[in-house]
Nanobody, 115 residues
């Protein structure tokens, strides 16, 4: 009964920026954490960034300093600001949300970094 709607993906040139958003709706309990994962062809899904209830964040080393995760608690929405994008950032990005009741995933949004 929880839906995660993602937006913001697309094609961008190296060095460019994108901002992904993930809006949660439905039967939502208190959110423990929201995060972003990504998966490139031939690779396993990996954690990109996560933000916990209190605002504590964690980032993958590969994106640290370039990506910023944030959350609007009132809107149950998470964001991922991606700057200085590199071709190796190309992947399908998935939103993830964990509550006391369940874990949910978004449908994924394609991010392609290419000149």
């Amino acid at each position: 009964q929880v839906q995660l709607v993602e937006s913001g993906g697309g094609l961008v040139q190296p060095g460019g920026s994108l901002r992904l958003s993930c809006a949660a709706s439905g039967s939502i309990f208190t959110i423990y954490r929201m995060g972003w994962y990504r998966q490139a062809p031939g690779k396993q899904r990996e954690l990109v960034a996560v933000i916990f209830t209190g605002g504590v964040t964690n980032y993958a080393d590969s994106v640290k300093g370039r990506f910023t995760i944030s959350r609007d608690n009132a809107k149950n929405t998470a964001y991922l600001q991606m700057n200085s994008l590199k071709p190796e950032d190309t992947a399908v990005y998935y939103c993830n949300m964990a509550t006391v009741a369940k874990e949910s995933w978004g449908q994924g949004t394609q991010v392609t970094v290419s000149s």
